[in-house]
């Protein structure tokens, strides 16, 4: 029971609970001719003026939920012109406003709005001999979500492609482009990469939330000690520090809720990043683009010119690069930049092994933070664990999707150098005395930093292992 969403949306009228009962709610501006009508077609639904706010919140909350991706994937399935209704696809503002009449249109407008309602990282729209898959990546891990038959698989490929302005006729070479879509009033860029395989070509889907804004430091789960040496790192006037960790783990996200502490006021911030993934407020933001050769190192060089303060360095990926970064810092900026790398120690012997001079390295490194994102247990389902092995477990429920996690905190690894550091860097010291030094001197590992997690009941044993494998020894 809904009015169509365009027509709800011009008129400002929405059918949504009000005390758990439906109610017919409008605003000052609904036209009374509309409102009129609504109340014929509804007449047994009571009717509510509201204001402005809770209209659009009633709208967004309404009609991202009204679509069901495995139902219309089940009714597309039985359409036979999937190829000629997918060209009829309406230039439209907003995605929930799509004329609901291709079969594969709705069929993406449901998978594009379910994950953004399910907080997806990722699509993943893959074809096998039978069958195809349509997975998200929620809180980290994938999770099939419907399994569309086989014949449908290169007409949802192609719809993709053309609303990425990709070629559609060339499904033999990988491509990438770019969605901008409008669900439920909320602005996501959609990052879309195709390639070939046995038995067709997959797409793979990066959803970004323009509306999510930036993160504050003290919401990324970093303890008290480690956010105050934190805080200081981003403070001091000029050095490189990095943020490390897999691709996925919240190195960018850190990185802006890092810059979010700086005054933009009188502080000139400026980034290079591949892609710009959010717009920060206040500061400038510079898209590499490799088609006319502006790569980190060409975007960093204008940079210098632009008398920075802040550079943020969306990833160093090459000797010239890093170089770059390290002559910046040394002429009096500060430098935040993210890299690679399974630990925050190890940061310095990638550096150093990119080409890095160890001197130069040990005068400019201030500080490496290595990052993790653990999944929580979903509070709804989870249970004492019957031993000592583990505080908790989860069971898995409808709430969690019957994974027995809902959301991710983080486990940081901190890494500063102080003046012993710096000497033994420039000395050559391998990884494993600066390991051992550091871990002498307070650090605490990835796998340490998480059992307070464990302990509280937050995240389970099993999934605090699984995410620091490579460091609980």
């Known amino acids: 029971m809904q009015l169509p969403y365009a027509w709800a949306k011009n008129h400002r009228l929405v059918i949504a609970p009000l005390q758990n009962i439906p109610t017919l709610l409008y605003s000052p501006a609904t036209p009374p001719w509309a409102l009129q009508e609504a109340q014929q077609s509804y007449k047994d639904l009571p009717s509510q003026l509201t204001d402005e706010t809770h209209i659009e919140t009633a709208l967004n909350t309404s009609y991202s939920k009204s679509d069901d991706a495995a139902a219309i994937v089940d009714a597309a399935a039985n359409e036979i012109d999937l190829d000629g209704m997918m060209q009829d696809m309406p230039a439209v503002e907003d995605l929930l406003e799509m004329n609901d009449d291709a079969p594969i249109i709705r069929m993406i407008n449901a998978l594009f709005t379910q994950a953004a309602r399910d907080g997806a990282s990722d699509i993943h729209i893959e074809v096998f001999e039978t069958h195809s898959v349509v997975r998200y990546r929620v ?47 909320r602005a996501i860029d959609v990052r879309v990469s195709t390639l070939p395989t046995g038995h067709g070509e997959r797409a793979v889907m990066r959803l970004l939330d323009k509306s999510a804004g930036r993160l504050d430091l003290s919401a990324l789960g970093m303890e008290s000690s480690k956010l105050n040496q934190l805080r200081d790192l981003i403070h001091r006037p000029h050095g490189i520090v990095l943020i490390t960790g897999p691709t996925g783990s919240g190195k960018t996200t850190t990185l802006y809720a890092a810059l979010s502490v700086l005054d933009s006021n009188t502080t000139n911030i400026l980034t290079v990043e591949d892609p710009i993934e959010y717009d920060l407020a206040g500061v400038s933001q510079t898209q590499v683009n490799p088609r006319i050769n502006l790569h980190f190192s060409t975007a960093l060089r204008a940079i210098l010119r632009q008398d920075p303060d ?15 970064a390290v002559q910046a810092s040394l002429t009096g900026h500060l430098v935040l930049a993210t890299l690679h790398t399974n630990d925050a120690v190890s940061a310095v012997t990638r550096l150093i092994e990119m080409g890095v001079e160890p001197f130069l390295l040990a005068s400019t490194l201030q500080g490496v933070l290595a990052q993790r994102l653990l999944r929580k247990l979903c509070p709804s389902c989870k249970t004492p664990a019957p031993d000592q092995t583990a505080r908790w477990l989860s069971q898995g429920c409808e709430k969690c999707a019957h994974t027995g996690y809902s959301q991710r905190t983080g486990v940081h690894e901190l890494f500063v150098l102080g003046n012993e550091l710096r000497r033994l860097i420039g000395a050559g010291a391998d990884e494993s005395q600066l390991r051992h030094y550091a871990q002498q001197h307070g650090m605490h590992s990835l796998y340490q930093d998480g059992l307070r997690w464990v302990e509280q009941g937050i995240s389970s044993l099993e999934e605090l292992k699984r995410v620091t494998r490579m460091d609980e020894s």
């Open 139 to 185: 809180d980290g891990t994938l999770r099939d979500i419907v399994r569309p038959r086989r014949a449908l698989h290169n007409a949802l490929i192609s719809r993709i492609k053309i609303m990425a302005n990709l070629d559609i006729a060339e499904k033999r070479l990988p491509q990438d482009g770019r969605i901008a879509l409008r669900v439920g009033g």
């Open 310 to 324: 802040v550079i943020m360095i969306g990833e160093i990926r090459d000797l010239e690069t890093a170089q770059i």
